[in-house]
């Protein structure tokens, strides 16, 4: 099992910029990737980044040229540095840590509201 805890949410004006933490415990070594996920409501949890256990790192299209994913050197905490945040960028973000594709856990997720 893992356990996922988010933190870092919160309402921020256009422009702004937010940094989300996640820190998995329990059996962190079977992880094979974490990364983040947003969802609004009445959409579809969609992937905004993630990063593999060797480091190999990919974005959803939106998040290329203003998020930033990265880790811990001991690979239990997971960041997501965004900026430029845009009102669209409104969600529910959520980590998830992956196991294999089908063995998947997920936070409780974390609010991130921009003003326009």
């Known amino acids: 099992q893992v356990q996922l805890v988010e933190s870092g949410g919160g309402l921020v004006r256009a422009g702004g910029s937010l940094r989300l933490s996640c820190v998995a415990s329990?059996?962190?070594?079977?992880?094979?990737?974490m990364g983040w996920y947003r969802q609004t409501l009445g959409e579809q949890r969609e992937s905004v980044a993630a990063?593999?256990?060797?480091?190999?790192?990919k974005y959803a299209e939106f998040a290329k040229d203003r998020f930033i994913i990265s880790r811990d050197n001991a690979g239990n905490t997971v960041y997501l540095q965004m900026n430029n945040l845009k009102p669209e960028d409104t969600a529910v973000y959520y980590c998830s840590a992956a196991r294999s594709a089908d063995d998947r856990y997920w936070g409780r997720g974390t609010q991130v509201t921009v003003s326009s």
């Open positions: 329990g059996d962190v070594f079977s992880i094979a990737a």
């Open positions: 990063i593999g256990r060797g480091g190999t790192i």
